[in-house]
């Protein structure tokens, strides 16, 4: 997945209103947005096609899929109808249940990106110690797009050494959550941020500084 200035907005909003009142701030420098439960719960999976209609946005839902197989087929067959560019999903809950999620997106001709570690500091407690084994069954499976965390670039970097250098990483926790954007991009494709965009008092000034 190609992606404008490297940079991926992750629009936690809740409202249809704010959305496209932020994309439309945005819209130049930016081409992928992230949006998960908070604006999909809030405005149903039609947002998805709304703001692709209106901006041209590829759009990935993080619906961090983690279920058993047959649900997770069903989630992301929804999602990919609604006009999702890509979805992410859990690694914890094993091969068959990510297995599910990766046909379903062959199916559509989309892509799936598989989470090995999430940003929070909650993620050292359970997820951390399974991360490198989340990244080595996503190699296994033949996944080429993954979520590492931009808050621990040592975990970043222990991911990117397990998945290739071919393979395309997006990093969550860039600006609010503490992780640095230069250093992040040395081991990512892409970053994600959220807050540090859609709260501030000026959204486009906010992107220039993440442009490298």
Known sequence: ????????????????????????????????????????????????KTLKDQFNFKVICDFKVADIDAT????????FKAGADAIICHG?????SVQACLDMANKHKKELFLLTEMSHPGAEMFLQKNADDIAKMGVELGITNYVA?????????????????????ISP???????????????????????SIYESENPKDAC????F
Do not use: H, W
């Not at 997770?72 to 999602?79: L, V």
């Not at 860039?174 to 807050?195: F, M, P, W």
């Open 92 to 96: 914890f809950v094993g091969s068959d």
């Open 149 to 169: 965390p931009a808050t621990r670039i040592n975990r970043l970097k222990d991911i990117r050494n397990i998945v290739g250098e071919n393979a395309f990483i």
């Open 208 to 211: 220039e500084k993440l442009i």
């Open 173 to 195: 926790g860039v600006g609010t959550q503490g992780g640095d954007a230069k250093e992040t991009l040395k081991y990512s494709n892409a970053i994600i941020v959220g807050r």
């Open 1 to 48: 997945m190609k992606i404008k200035n490297n940079l991926i907005l992750a629009l936690d909003v809740m409202d249809e209103k704010e959305a496209i009142i932020i994309c439309d701030k945005i819209k130049d420098y930016i081409d992928t947005i992230k949006i998960g439960y908070p604006l999909a719960l809030a405005e149903g999976l039609e947002i998805i």
């Open 72 to 79: 997770n087929s069903k989630i992301c067959d929804e999602t």
